[in-house]
């Protein structure tokens, strides 16, 4: 299970070069953040940089070194996403004041609870943005004035609820995204089922055919052959016409049997009408009739519905 200090999230070779360049461009976004509220690029008008306590002078080493110690570890931030988010923000709110005219990025702070709220679910995205908001209020922002403090602090907030939003929306579209493809790969195997059982469907249908016919022939046949083998010496003209009859039932048989064949060798659309049932015994019993055989058929007793299918 998961911990709350260590996620046993499984990390390929892939996931920790994704997070190493998440990492980097982060520290990259920092930097350039830096230089840029350093310039004049964005404020070039001397009096208005100097009264909001901004300097015009490139930042040193040190600076860069406290935007790392907020950005560095989002290269574990899916393994540990807790302890990355803390030490990031914490880190960050501490060393805001540390450097007269110059303002950290809350990216770091910002990723890393983005990171809660997409491995972690909504409750905890909840807790840290909670926590976020919370620290952003009451720490200081680094500012000489109270509308660019106050601007600082709106726009901190502002994204780390982004961020927040943004990790949980990704989850619940990855999950979406998850269900999807399970759906769609239960309908495939319900489908695959569905046709297994069609096509077992199709073999019993086709046995009960094969057995119809060659048993039904098969009967006449052998009572014809009998028949004439005990004619052939009194009755030579009964016997022919036994044999005779012999003949055509066979003949007959086969091409039933031939059109069945055919029917599965060249994948035609083969017959999809049930077996016959026993509401055709009166069928059978003309057709042993035609074939010289006394029959006869008595149903009295018989009740049709309570003969299974």
């Known amino acids: ?79 540990c996403p807790w302890p990355v988010f803390l030490f990031c923000f914490v880190a960050f709110l501490g060393l805001q004041d540390a450097f007269s005219g110059f303002s950290l990025t809350i990216v770091g702070p910002a990723v890393a609870l983005y990171t809660i709220a997409n491995e972690r679910g909504r409750s905890e995205a909840v807790v840290g943005a909670a926590v976020a908001v919370a620290g952003l209020l009451f720490v200081d922002a680094p500012s000489r004035t109270a509308s660019l403090a106050f601007f600082t602090r709106f726009q901190n907030i502002a994204f780390v609820a982004a961020a927040a939003f943004a990790g949980y929306a990704y989850r619940a579209h990855r999950a979406y995204v998850q269900a999807t493809e399970e759906r769609a790969s239960e309908a495939e195997r319900t489908r695959e089922e569905e046709a297994a059982r069609r096509v077992e469907e199709e073999r019993v249908r086709i046995a009960r055919e094969v057995h119809d016919i060659t048993a039904h022939s098969l009967s006449a046949v052998s009572i014809q052959a009998a028949a004439a083998e005990r004619l052939i010496d009194r009755d030579p003209a009964a016997a022919k ?69």
Not at 24 to 32: D, E, K, P, Q
Request: charged share 20%; hydrophobic share 50%; proline share 4%.
């Open 241 to 309: 016409e036994a044999v005779a009859t012999v003949r055509a039932t066979a003949r007959s048989a086969l091409d039933d049997i031939r059109s069945m064949i055919g029917v599965l060798r060249h994948g035609d659309e083969a017959e999809t009408a049930p077996a016959a049932g026993t509401d055709r015994l009166d069928d059978l019993v003309s057709y042993l009739r035609g074939a010289g055989v006394e029959a006869s058929l008595d149903a009295r007793s018989y009740d049709s519905s309570r003969v299974p299918a």
């Open 1 to 79: 299970m998961d911990s709350f200090l260590v996620s046993n999230r499984p990390m390929t070779a892939k996931d920790w070069a994704i997070d190493a360049a998440v990492t980097a461009a982060a520290f990259l976004f920092g930097c350039v953040q830096l230089m840029l509220t350093a310039s004049s690029i964005v404020i070039p008008d001397l009096a208005l940089r100097q009264y909001l306590g901004m300097v015009n002078v490139v930042p040193d080493a040190s600076v860069f070194v406290a935007l790392a110690l907020t950005t560095a570890p989002l290269a574990i931030r899916r393994r």
